[in-house]
């Protein structure tokens, strides 16, 4: 499987969606506890950041104030099968 980058995409945003496929919907608080990303030192606030923008490129979505999941876009992209260019690209900062 190989995996179709857009620019804006980063190694975290990749273990997000995986995170979220395996664990299902989560908040970014408890994602920062999960040793995946316990170990590289990421908080919080950098994971929610990360999944708002993952939302707005439609390859996660919000399943409650500050919950998210992995959309059926965003399980494709981690199979190879959408080029994430092709998806609308996130705005630089947004507010919940």
């Known amino acids: 499987m190989v995996r179709k980058h857009a620019a804006w995409l980063r190694a975290l945003d990749e273990r997000l969606l995986e995170h979220l496929r395996e664990s299902g919907e989560s908040n970014p608080m408890l994602m920062a506890e999960h040793p995946r990303f316990g170990e ?3 908080s ?4 929610r950041e990360r999944c708002l923008q993952l939302a707005d490129a439609g390859l996660a979505g919000m399943t409650g104030k500050g919950w998210f999941d ?17 998806q609308p690209k996130p705005q630089s900062q947004r507010l919940l």
């Open 70 to 86: 992995v959309t059926t876009w965003g399980q494709q992209y981690l199979d190879g099968g959408i080029d994430a260019r092709d």
């Open 44 to 47: 919080s606030g950098q994971i």
């Open 40 to 42: 590289i030192g990421v």
